[in-house]
């Protein structure tokens, strides 16, 4: 005798939930932006450096996404530098340098 439990309520919220298509809508916000998601549409590797808050982040992961789910990419790598290491490699080699 096999008894199957029914499912609860909330499963069939969360199956009814995972069936609905993912849209990002990234708007640019000034022309440095849309150039930004201009050269992710048109260009594989794509690198972006700037000031802090200008919306690197948001316009790349947004774009990305959007181009991901439409299937144009099978794969996705975001990566940043860290400053902190790239200022320590240069105190590092002017100390080598002095001895």
Partial sequence: MSSKRPK??????????????????????NKKQDLLITAIKTHPITVTIGCAGTGKTYCSAGTVATLFL??????????????????????????????
Avoid: M
Avoid at 11 to 28: G, Q, T
Avoid at 78 to 90: E, F, H, P, Y
């Fill in 8 to 29: 609860s309520r909330y499963a069939k919220k969360a199956e009814a939930s995972s069936r609905k298509e993912l849209k990002f809508n990234i708007l640019p916000k």
């Fill in 70 to 99: 439409k299937g144009r990419y099978k794969k996705i790598v975001l990566t940043r530098a860290t400053c902190q290491q790239v200022n320590l490699l240069g105190v590092f080699l002017a100390i080598s340098k002095r001895r």
